[in-house]
């Protein structure tokens, strides 16, 4: 099993951007299908993005995209979050999680998803 780190959260203005980092360990990192998810404090936790293991594939939620963007580098077995343009509704603890490949109906699905790091907390000030 794939052992998940994230990193990259923090404070920042309405209108900035950040970059997420995933860092994976433990197990053959280009193997996994790995999405980003967040939850807001009272709320579900819902998906963000999705990325195939070749980075060939992505899917995203309506609400970021056009501004978020997932990314990976398998040499370094770390998948990126680069978020743009963030808004005052963004502000969430970022998960980092793998999968083993799933057909691309349940790329949103957290279910699917056995393996999850313990999250990263983005802030965003108006």
């Known amino acids: 099993q794939v052992q998940l780190v994230e990193s990259g959260g923090g404070l920042v203005q309405a209108g900035d951007s950040l970059r997420l980092s995933c860092a994976a360990s433990g197990s053959t990192f280009n193997r996994y299908l790995m999405g980003w998810f967040r939850q807001a404090p009272g709320k579900e936790r819902e998906s963000v993005a999705t990325?195939?293991?070749?980075?060939?594939?992505?899917y995203y939620a309506d609400s970021v995209k056009g501004r978020f963007t997932i990314s990976r580098d398998n040499a370094l077995n770390t998948v990126y979050l680069h978020m743009n343009s963030l808004r005052p509704e963004d502000p969430a603890d970022y998960y980092c999680a793998a999968s083993q490949p799933l057909h691309s109906k349940h790329w949103s699905e957290a279910r699917y998803f056995g393996s999850w790091g313990r999250g990263t907390q983005v802030t965003v000030s108006s």
């Open positions: 990325i195939t293991w070749s980075g060939g594939s992505t």
